[in-house]
Nanobody
Framework: QVQLVESGGGLVQAGGSLRLSCAAS????????MGWFRQAPGKEREFVGA???????YYSDSVKGRFTISRDNAKNTMYLQMNSLKPEDTAVYFC????????????????????WGQGTQVTVSS
């Protein structure tokens, strides 16, 4: 059974940093596109960023330059380093993965992903 488990969320002051982890089990994702999404209260889930099967990365405009996605294939884990956090970054953060290797052209859309974690809360205080 494939599982994605996020960790690392918490409460941080504006301007601070957090690193989220997404640990995968049940199969490896070294050749698969993985992504991060977030959902703030009362809002729809939105794309944050993705790391492609090729290790290229893409980010939403709202986080570009502040967030960095990486992966450690040996640990089957993806990371989201978040710097210069703002109150508007407050949300539940979800990681996701594409089932098929060497694909992920719709990395920016929820519909492009097959596996999802349960989410981790990030709260940024002003």
């Amino acid at each position: 059974q494939v599982q994605l488990v996020e960790s690392g969320g918490g409460l941080v002051q504006a301007g601070g940093s957090l690193r989220l982890s997404c640990a995968a089990s049940g199969r490896t994702f070294s050749g698969n596109t993985m992504g991060w999404f977030r959902q703030a209260p009362g809002k729809e889930r939105e794309f944050v960023g993705a790391i492609m099967w090729s290790d290229s990365t893409y980010y939403s405009d709202s986080v570009k330059g502040r967030f960095t996605i990486s992966r450690d294939n040996a640990k089957n884990t993806m990371y989201l380093q978040m710097n210069s956090l703002k109150p508007e970054d407050t949300a539940v953060y979800f990681c996701a993965a594409v089932r098929t290797a060497y694909s992920g052209s719709t990395y920016y859309s929820e519909r492009g992903y097959d596996y999802w974690g349960q989410g981790t809360q990030v709260t940024v205080s002003s």
